[in-house]
């Protein structure tokens, strides 16, 4: 058996953790998250997705409030190698030199390609059709080590962050299964990366995601699926905050301002880019339920976005 401890925080490492104990040859000593953290309206004190998976699988669950003070724990469990998904903490050198066979991370993206904290908006961002999973040897750089494995698939047109994410958390377990099992046996070599290829995705912050409609149309449809669902695309109505969830690009030009309403197609609004025209799918206003461009239309017939 190969004993795994597995550190992860968010969501998408559930999968990753599942499989992990599902696989026969493997032992899942501890799990390491992130602390509770307040949540919601109410500040509820929440466990992460990660605690609330290892509970109901049975296992042994850490939250150091300091990654370093688990340096002692991993001599202890004497791991094979430990698994990383998304822990959302810096682990110190310290830690890592006492992870077995070394720390390996799943990382959401074809690396070099959009190192750092926000790999997935940063493809749809930037047009890729193409992305994937990486399964890396963790060392002290911002996902800088060795190469084990990979798994390439394309990016659907409509495709949003959410929905890219959910599908290579599930595409990426297994792969981080096998690039643990290949490291420990030796039948993975580690590959060095071409740091000269090396591309970044920065922490995105709310103000990040407010729509310029003085972009290309394409551009927009992009930053919409890009921060979907969080932290939210967003614009102004009549001074109100506005999210905008989904658009479509649509035929045409128009010669009138940015962020103006030009017309309607089936119902939605149909808004003028820099270049191009967007349709409004599915909207949000300031303080009311997600609804259809064509009830945003009924209810508030906008002439102008982002004012």
């Known amino acids: 058996m190969i004993r795994v401890v597995f550190f ?18 493997m032992d899942v000593v501890a ?20 605690k609330q998976a290892a509970v109901e699988l049975g296992l042994d669950v850490r939250q150091p409030d300091r990654p370093g003070d688990l340096r002692d724990s991993l001599e202890v469990w004497d791991v ?13 050198q310290a830690v890592l030199d006492r992870g077995g066979a070394g720390f390996v991370n799943l990382h959401f993206s ?4 959009w190192r750092g904290a926000a790999p997935v908006p940063a493809s749809i961002l930037a047009g890729d059709t193409v992305t994937g999973v990486t399964c890396f040897r963790l060392d002290a750089g911002m996902d800088t080590g ?25 595409a990426g377990a297994e792969t981080l299964v096998d690039a643990v099992r290949g490291l ?20 995105i912050a709310p103000e990040d995601a407010r729509i310029d409609w003085g972009q290309a149309a394409v551009q927009v449809d992009r930053a919409v699926r890009a921060f979907n669902p969080m932290p939210g695309a967003h614009t102004t109505v009549d001074g109100r905050r ?23 197609e089936a119902g939605e609004p149909v808004v003028a880019c820099g270049s191009g025209l967007v349709r409004l799918l599915e909207v949000q206003p300031a303080g009311k339920p997600r609804m259809t461009g064509a009830d ?6 906008p002439e102008r976005l982002g004012t």
Request: hydrophobic share 40%.
């Open 8 to 25: 992860g925080t968010p969501a998408p490492a559930v999968p990753s953790l599942r499989a992990f104990v599902a696989a026969a040859d």
């Open 110 to 113: 074809l690396l070099p390609a």
């Open 146 to 170: 060795d190469v084990l494995s990979t798994h390439e698939t394309r990016i659907a047109a409509d495709e949003t962050s959410g929905e890219l994410t959910t599908r290579l958390a599930e």
């Open 80 to 92: 094979d190698a430990c698994a990383v998904v998304a822990y959302g903490s810096i682990l110190p």
């Open 296 to 301: 945003f239309n009924n209810g508030y017939r």
């Open 184 to 203: 420990v046996d030796g039948s993975l070599e580690p590959v060095p990366q071409d740091h000269e290829q090396a591309t970044y995705a920065s922490k």
């Open 242 to 264: 506005l999210k905008v969830h989904r658009v479509r690009p649509v035929f045409g030009e128009a010669t009138v301002a940015p962020g103006t309403v030009v017309g309607e």
């Open 31 to 50: 799990v390491v998250t992130n602390p509770d953290r307040p949540s919601g309206r109410g500040h509820k004190l929440t466990a992460p997705p990660v």
